[in-house]
């Protein structure tokens, strides 16, 4: 079966960095563009980055822009996200999540558990 | 960018109570809007794609609707299980995203 399994959060203090990862297991994880997607505490989901299934292509939001960069390891089935400079709002439970196109519209069919970045002096 | 809005922000429902919750887009996005349920500790779990698709596995009770601009996510019956929050979320703009701000569903 599909999981995803997110690592390598923590607390760390703003301006210093940070590199997460989400271990995929279950499918072609080659197949599949691949979302990191967070969550701060108490509040909505925020999409955060994406890459393409062949590693060509990656995308990111406004918020994190220029700061974190996304990449995948094909041969070992990761997925990482590096994040720079970092800052209090980017405290959040951190998703990696696996993209589907369904009828044209992508859709997040599997989710990992999470793991939370605390960015605090 | 599109924008994404939810109505009601909240809601307190009773087992058995027929519910729908809309989302609105600030411009037209066609039919590429999904729904996503998520209990308290959890993971997002998709519910709708495509505005009125089904998901495979979600029971029946769960039905969208909607293109364009607005969007409505149904429960006909609403289930003990069913008391989470429920996101919407354009594809429209793919490969970037936007999910709606959540309207949360508890017992009355």
């Known amino acids: 079966q599909v999981q995803l399994v997110e690592s390598g959060g923590g607390v760390v203090q703003p301006g210093r960095s940070l590199r997460l990862s989400c271990a995929a297991s279950?499918?072609?994880?080659?197949?599949?563009?691949m979302h990191w997607v967070r969550q701060a505490p108490g509040k909505g989901l925020e999409w955060v980055a994406v890459m393409s299934y062949d590693g060509r292509n990656k995308y990111y939001a406004d918020s994190v822009k220029g700061r974190f960069t996304i990449s995948r390891d094909i041969s070992r089935n990761t997925l990482d996200l590096y994040m720079n400079s970092l800052r209090p709002e980017d405290t959040a439970l951190y998703y990696c999540a696996k993209d589907v196109e369904r009828e044209l519209s992508h859709l997040f069919d599997y989710w990992g558990q999470g793991t939370l970045v605390t960015v605090s002096s | 960018d599109i924008q994404m809005t939810q109505s009601p922000s909240s809601l307190s429902a009773s087992v058995g109570d027929r519910i729908t919750i809309t989302c609105r887009a600030s411009?037209?996005?066609?039919?590429?809007l999904n729904w996503y349920q998520q209990k308290p500790g959890k993971a997002p779990k998709p519910l709708i794609y495509g505005a009125s698709s089904l998901q495979s596995g979600v029971p029946s009770r769960f039905s969208g609707s909607g293109s364009g601009t607005d969007f409505t996510l149904t429960i006909s019956s609403l289930q003990p299980e069913d008391f989470a929050t429920y996101y919407c979320?354009?594809?429209?703009?793919?490969?970037?995203?936007?999910f709606g701000p959540g309207t949360k569903v508890d017992i009355k």
């Open positions: 411009q037209s996005i066609n039919n590429y």
């Open positions: 979320q354009q594809s429209y703009t793919t490969p970037l995203f936007t």
């Open positions: 279950g499918f072609a994880f080659s197949d599949y563009d």
